[in-house]
């Protein structure tokens, strides 16, 4: 059995864009079969049409399987994680920019999608239950994501915290083409 890995981008983004072709090329070079969909309507994401796509792409999963999420492609993950049967784990996953309790938004951008992922309720222990191992990577300079995003990964789903210094929202807009702690991350939650 093959360690596969998933990358899920977020909000308004691509698989081809920022450091996820960096990461998928790193990865494969250590032996992984790396998966990075393009999720559907990304200008406008919801739970009702990205959880299916994970769950279309990634089929069984097993303690093989393994997560790299940016944004809003961490709220899909442990959506997607929650929607799992009891008995089936996966390898771990890796966070970056996750939020599960705040976003800062202007007041000209979209409310009403952040409003529908973070007032969708979660099963955090459940989710956890599916989920052995973690590591969320956070900016201290995040103009969306606060800093206090870390609490509920860190006290719940017991991730391991790491904060990187002035990567803003880890995007390829703002100058991040590659990302050495999300594939650190990964290569410690898989060994």
């Given at each position: 059995?093959?360690?596969?890995?998933?990358?899920?981008?977020?909000?308004?983004?691509?698989?081809?864009?920022?450091?996820?072709?960096?990461?998928?090329?790193?990865?494969?070079?250590?032996?992984?079969?790396?998966?990075?969909?393009?999720?559907?309507?990304?200008?406008?994401?919801?739970?009702?049409?990205?959880?299916?796509?994970?769950?279309?792409?990634?089929?069984?999963?097993?303690?093989?399987?393994?997560?790299?999420?940016?944004?809003?492609?961490?709220?899909t993950?442990?959506?997607?994680?929650?929607?799992?049967?009891?008995?089936?784990?996966?390898?771990?996953?890796?966070?970056?920019?996750?939020?599960l309790?705040?976003?800062?938004?202007?007041?000209?951008?979209?409310?009403?999608?952040?409003?529908?992922?973070?007032?969708?309720?979660?099963?955090?222990?459940k989710?956890?239950?599916?989920?052995?191992?973690?590591?969320?990577?956070?900016?201290?300079?995040?103009?969306?994501?606060?800093?206090?995003?870390?609490?509920?990964?860190?006290?719940?789903?017991?991730?391991?915290?790491?904060?990187?210094?002035?990567?803003?929202?880890?995007?390829?807009?703002?100058?991040?083409?590659?990302?050495?702690?999300?594939?650190?991350?990964?290569?410690?939650?898989?060994?």
């Amino acid at each position: 059995m093959h360690k596969r890995v998933f990358i899920i981008h977020g909000w308004d983004g691509t698989p081809v864009h920022g450091w996820f072709p960096w990461l998928k090329n790193k990865l494969e070079k250590q032996g992984f079969e790396v998966i990075a969909p393009q999720m559907p309507e990304a200008s406008a994401p919801r739970i009702y049409n990205w959880v299916p796509k994970l769950s279309e792409v990634v089929g069984v999963a097993d303690e093989q399987t393994y997560f790299v999420g940016h944004s809003m492609g961490c709220q899909t993950i442990v959506r997607y994680l929650e929607t799992l049967p009891a008995n089936v784990n996966v390898g771990g996953a890796v966070f970056v920019a996750g939020f599960l309790s705040k976003l800062t938004l202007d007041e000209n951008e979209d409310h009403e999608t952040a409003n529908h992922w973070l007032n969708a309720p979660l099963d955090l222990i459940k989710i956890k239950s599916h989920l052995p191992k973690s590591i969320a990577i956070f900016s201290d300079d995040d103009p969306y994501v606060p800093m206090d995003n870390q609490n509920v990964f860190r006290d719940v789903l017991g991730s391991e915290i790491i904060i990187e210094h002035e990567k803003k929202h880890f995007s390829g807009d703002e100058g991040t083409i590659e990302l050495p702690a999300a594939l650190n991350a990964l290569l410690k939650i898989s060994s």
